[in-house]
């Protein structure tokens, strides 16, 4: 026997390949061991930023006499649930229906056909505050499956039943109309908390895909109610201790109502969600705040998270060394009083303390303080807080940093690729559009192959093992029709077009409701399906947006079908949880409204420029854009579109009714103002 786990390509597993624990990979050769040594599986869920699963793993996985106890008891397998988000969404389905809540570390005990009996999150090694031991756990799973095999056998048949039982209310048929929308913003109004921004109490999360639903709300609505949201939420998320105040980028989420508290990791996802939501805001109000946070955070992902093939990295962590050889939450990031006065001197250490709230007492742990901007905007020195923080940052950089998780996740790199490309079009920063179409080019490169179906991860250039789910579809094919009418190069709208050819053959059930995961994958105890948004968009609802853009930049009547049958799950969901589908009803706005499809065509510079930037600066919901010379045939948006009287044109259409072609740049705008 011994540990399988040095050949794997996840960071998370590769952390576990020293465990005295012989840990699988997920494998059908580790359900056949279990099948013959007559014991159960104990499956162990995490993923490499995870604070508890390190805790777990310290204290439970990396002792020799429980790790004994375990491999002698137990087929032990390990999966990381960013890797395997398919066998993560299954098991937690099952752990929140028996136990009303859900996390990581998730630990699932099970038969050798996958059936689970037993679950929990985070075990101790001693009994504390009520809960048992992991090993006084071990031993009672071990004493049922031994004494009691006929009533776990019970057990596990029932959860199946039950998961199986479980159907999506699709709201019947027909698609979302003004209602829903309508509805969801009350609903939304009822949970907003108005002296701190957000929804709901502590802990709070950043509500990226409800922002982008408000702000396209206000713009086809009107709804001056749904933007003083969005705009408070993001000004209050800005200031607060979740953003990075001398690096950019976002924590994961805040501990308290306040924003105050990061959980520290830092994820890709959150902050390629976050980059397009503060571009869109500024792109509807012109606020300085939201464009200097949307350069920042894409500064951040390429000077962090970007990787020697050109992608981006998962996560960051949110414990490092905190200068005494301990692993501690947020050492990289908060200071003391004292720490500033080392760095900034008295003077400039007073200032800054005052500018970023560090007090005496803390605001975290141990004195320290996480960095804010509390004050209200008042009048300050900005030279002297541009050289405060520059000396700050530089100080920083010589602590030991957080550990990063560099494997590539095609869905999130495919929401990178759409703010980066969407950041640099709109800032005047073209290098932005660069890092943008590299990410791309590797997700054609390491994860599509010949029969347009992607994998999941990759790892130095190297292709993981695991399919691609249906949000690596339609988040990677998002970014893809993004990164097209940005640069006006075709290629991204074939590409996106083969992968959701694949989501059209592979995803779809009957009624035009979609699975997470294609019909020839993997078979599990239950068929993944979730249209609900979770830290980032459905896959579900990413999918319906990306067959809407596609049907509108080519004019596919099957493709657009198929995403209003999508979009019938708003009609149930819009109105009654609002929180939980927001890019359903954002991708909603953008069917209410048409959505517009522009099409500019001249050589690209000059007015044919100013004019596609026109285009791309249009807040209307999910307006597409092609650019090109008049006669190419790079979208079929451009076909039969002619300079108008030698200039540079654009061709405004909305439900197959079109505007006149323009040259001028303000009647553009005009055709591009909501006219409902």
């Not at 993001?234 to 805040?254: H, N, P, T, V």
Request: proline fraction near 5%; charged fraction near 25%.
């Amino acid at each position: 026997m011994a540990n399988r786990l040095a050949h794997e390509t996840s960071p998370y597993l590769l952390q576990h390949a020293e465990n005295p624990v012989d840990w699988w990979p997920w494998s059908p050769e580790a359900f056949e061991e279990a099948r013959e040594r007559d014991v159960p599986v104990l499956l162990s869920v995490g993923y490499s930023s995870c604070h508890w699963c390190h805790v777990m793993a310290h204290e439970s996985f990396e002792d020799e006499a429980t790790a004994a106890y375990m491999n002698a008891h137990f087929v032990n397998i390990k999966v990381d649930r960013e890797e395997r988000p398919d066998v993560d969404a299954v098991y937690m389905e099952a752990v929140q229906a028996a136990t009303g809540q859900g996390g990581w570390p998730m630990s699932v005990f099970m038969n050798a056909d996958g059936e689970p009996f037993y679950f929990g999150t985070y075990f101790p090694p001693a009994p504390r505050h009520g809960m048992a031991s992991f090993p006084q756990v071990l031993q009672g799973v071990t004493a049922a499956w031994t004494d009691r095999r006929g009533e776990v056998s019970e057990v596990a048949g029932r959860i199946v039943r039950d998961l199986a039982g479980r159907s999506l209310a699709r709201g019947g048929d027909g698609v979302p109309g003004e209602e829903e929308p309508a509805q969801a913003l009350l609903g939304l109004t009822r949970e907003y908390d108005a002296q701190r921004g957000g929804f709901g109490g502590a802990p709070k999360f950043p509500p990226s895909m409800v922002l982008e639903f408000l702000l396209r709300h206000h713009a086809r609505t009107g709804s001056e109610g749904a933007l003083q949201m969005a705009a408070d939420t993001c000004e209050a998320m800005a200031r607060g201790g979740i953003y990075d105040q001398l690096g950019g980028g976002f924590a994961r989420y805040a501990v308290d109502r306040e924003w105050t508290v990061p959980h520290f990791e830092k994820m890709l996802y959150d902050n390629a969600l976050l980059c397009r939501v503060y571009a869109h805001l500024w792109r509807a109000t012109g606020s300085a705040l939201a464009r200097r946070v949307a350069v920042e955070t894409a500064d951040f992902l390429v000077r962090e998270l970007r990787t020697a093939e050109g992608g981006f990295a998962s996560a960051l962590d949110a414990d490092s060394d905190d200068g005494s050889g301990k692993h501690v939450e947020g050492a990289f990031y908060v200071w003391t009083p004292e720490q500033l006065r080392e760095v900034l001197g008295e003077s400039d250490a007073e200032f800054a303390a005052q500018y970023f709230g560090v007090t005496e007492e803390g605001t975290f742990e141990e004195g320290a303080s996480v960095l804010q901007l509390p004050q209200d905007g008042g009048v300050v020195d900005a030279a002297r807080v541009e050289s405060v923080r520059e000396r700050l940052l530089a100080a920083r950089a010589e602590r030991a940093r957080p550990g990063r998780d560099d494997k590539i996740v095609a869905a999130w790199n495919g929401l990178a690729v759409a703010a980066l490309a969407e950041t640099g079009a709109f800032f005047d920063r073209p290098d932005l559009v660069e890092r943008a179409t590299e990410a791309a080019d590797l997700l054609v490169r390491a994860h599509l192959d010949d029969r347009g179906r992607l994998a999941r991860t990759s790892r130095d250039g190297r292709t993981g093992a695991n399919a691609g789910v249906l949000e690596d579809y339609g988040d990677v094919a998002e970014g893809f029709l993004v990164l097209a009418g940005v640069t006006g190069e075709g290629a991204w709208l074939e590409f996106a077009g083969l992968l959701l050819d694949i989501v059209l053959d592979r995803f779809v059930a009957e009624g035009g409701a979609l699975y997470d995961t294609a019909d020839d994958a993997e078979r599990l105890i239950r068929r993944p399906q979730d249209p609900t948004d979770n830290a980032t968009p459905s896959g579900w609802t990413a999918a319906a947006g990306a067959l809407l853009s596609y049907a509108a930049q080519t004019g596919s009547e099957r493709h657009r079908s198929a995403a209003e049958e999508a979009l019938g799950v708003v009609r149930a969901l819009g109105p009654r949880a609002p929180r939980y589908i927001g890019w359903g009803l954002a991708v909603t706005e953008a069917l209410l409204d048409g959505p517009r499809e522009i099409a500019v065509v001249g050589p690209a510079d000059g007015s044919a420029a100013e004019l596609h930037r026109t285009a791309l600066l249009a807040t209307v919901p999910g307006a597409v854009v092609a650019a090109g010379a008049a006669g190419s045939g790079e979208f079929p948006l451009l076909a039969d579109r002619p300079l108008v009287g030698g200039r540079a044109a654009a061709y405004v259409c909305r439900r197959f009714v079109c505007a006149a072609p323009t040259t001028e740049v303000d009647v553009l705008k005009g055709e591009l103002a909501v006219f409902e």
